[in-house]
């Protein structure tokens, strides 16, 4: 059972990228499941999720009008559509899935944690 996070990049300001969340082993429709991002010398921040069954979304207030989390239940997936790319958005994205239906923004509360991708902001 794992995730894999891919789709990241370097782009320049106001650009756009896709995130995908991809799991092997589990059906990522039963779970909440949220991003986070680290950038060089910071903790790890919550930005985004997406809960089960009702699927309610929630962002970071930074990435809010940005950033739209979706699944696509189909292909198993989690996507992170983000718009309007700043340099400050410039982190290892990381996805995550909580055995929850429901989602949190804390670290802890997710129990299954993919490998990053990493997205560069820059001109």
């Known amino acids: 059972v794992q995730l894999q996070a891919s789709g990241g990049g370097s782009v320049q300001p106001g650009g756009s990228l896709r995130l995908s969340c991809a799991a092997s082993?589990?059906?990522?429709?039963?779970?909440?499941i949220g991003w986070f991002r680290q950038a060089p010398g910071k903790e790890r921040e919550w930005v985004s999720c997406?809960?089960?069954?009702?699927?309610?979304?929630y962002y970071q207030d930074s990435v809010q009008g940005r950033f739209t989390i979706s699944r696509d239940n189909a292909k198993n997936t989690v996507n992170l559509q983000m718009n309007g790319l700043k340099p400050e958005d410039t982190a290892v994205y990381y996805c995550?899935?909580?055995?929850?239906?429901?989602?949190?923004?804390?670290?802890?509360?997710?129990?299954?944690w993919g490998q990053g991708t990493l997205v560069t902001v820059s001109s």
């Open positions: 995550a899935l909580s055995n929850s239906r429901g989602c949190f923004r804390d670290y802890g509360s997710f129990d299954l």
């Open positions: 082993g589990l059906t990522l429709s039963y779970y909440a």
């Open positions: 997406i809960s089960s069954g009702d699927i309610k979304t």
